[in-house]
């Protein structure tokens, strides 16, 4: 952990005094004057992506730590009705104006965010659990400071692109990661965009739109209208592949976790699961 660092709100003790005596020349009284000392403390979150996909190649953002201000973000009813509860809390958090959080890769976003949630809530974060050998539910508290950071394993072309070829369909592809601005653009996706099946059945297109997004080429065209046609035709088994190849090599955290049953001991390594309680913990879920 880098050393701790601490942004000031407010003035120094000496400006204080000055401000304080320019307060007097003027007339106002000086209990207008507000209490000054008060500082939170911030950090250095080294980003998943070391950089590599932003024109600056910033590889660190300076966050605040969460404050009674920020409940004000995490409680509010409408941010949390529209999906931009954790978009504002980002914006109202990194301190860097360098790197919008709509430019961050998802995976630097994620990372950004467990940072943020134990300068608020702690280390611990509560999860439920079913035994995979007895199916008892069971509770732990997972560490979140022991999920380890997945770093790049492919560099991406000049265009910050990867190339794949979908093994049943032989077709080679070139895709990129998403970011922030993607994440927000397919939330309003799951809200309204959905297909009927037969005139019949609505389905939500979530999937196929996420596909169009990150797919920038296929069999050489970058003609969108040709890649949605190949998207259709893509067999499930070439979809599995590209979203395991693409979580494999996507830079980020890492959410695997050592689980153990409190009911017969059995030891299972399983995904952290993401719920309410991450950054609302009193939720009952």
Do not use: H
């Amino acid at each position: 952990m880098p050393e701790e660092k601490k942004i000031q709100l407010g003035q120094t003790k000496s400006q204080e005094t000055s401000t304080a005596q320019e307060l007097q020349a003027q007339g106002l009284p000086e209990g207008e004057f507000l209490d000054t000392e008060f500082i939170v403390p911030t950090d250095d979150v080294m980003l998943p992506s070391q950089g590599k996909f932003y024109a600056n190649g910033q590889k660190s953002v300076k966050i605040k730590y969460l404050t009674a201000e920020d409940e004000n973000i995490l409680t509010s009813p409408e941010l949390i009705r529209n999906g931009r509860v954790l978009d504002v809390l980002l914006e109202n958090s990194i301190i860097d104006s360098s790197l919008s959080p709509t430019e961050m890769l998802t995976g630097d976003r994620n990372a950004t965010l467990l940072a943020l949630r134990t300068t608020g809530y702690g280390d611990e974060y509560e999860v439920k659990k079913q035994c995979e050998s007895c199916s008892e539910t069971f509770t732990e508290q997972v560490l979140l400071s022991e999920l380890k950071i997945k770093e790049l394993k492919v560099t991406p072309d000049g265009n910050n692109e990867f190339e794949v070829i979908l093994p049943k369909m032989k077709i080679p592809i070139k895709f990129r990661l998403l970011t922030g601005a993607d994440e927000n653009r397919l939330a309003r996706v799951s809200e309204m965009g959905k297909k009927k099946i037969n005139n019949k059945v609505s389905v939500s297109t979530l999937l196929t739109e996420r596909f169009l997004l990150q797919i920038m080429e296929a069999k050489g065209q970058r003609d969108k209208g040709y890649i949605k046609k190949m998207i259709s035709a893509m067999p499930i088994a070439d979809s599995l592949f590209l979203r395991e190849y693409i979580r494999e090599i996507e830079p980020g955290v890492d959410m695997s976790y050592t689980f153990t049953c409190t009911s017969c001991g059995k030891v299972q390594v399983d995904d952290v699961p993401v719920t309410a309680k991450l950054f609302w913990p009193n939720a009952n879920v």
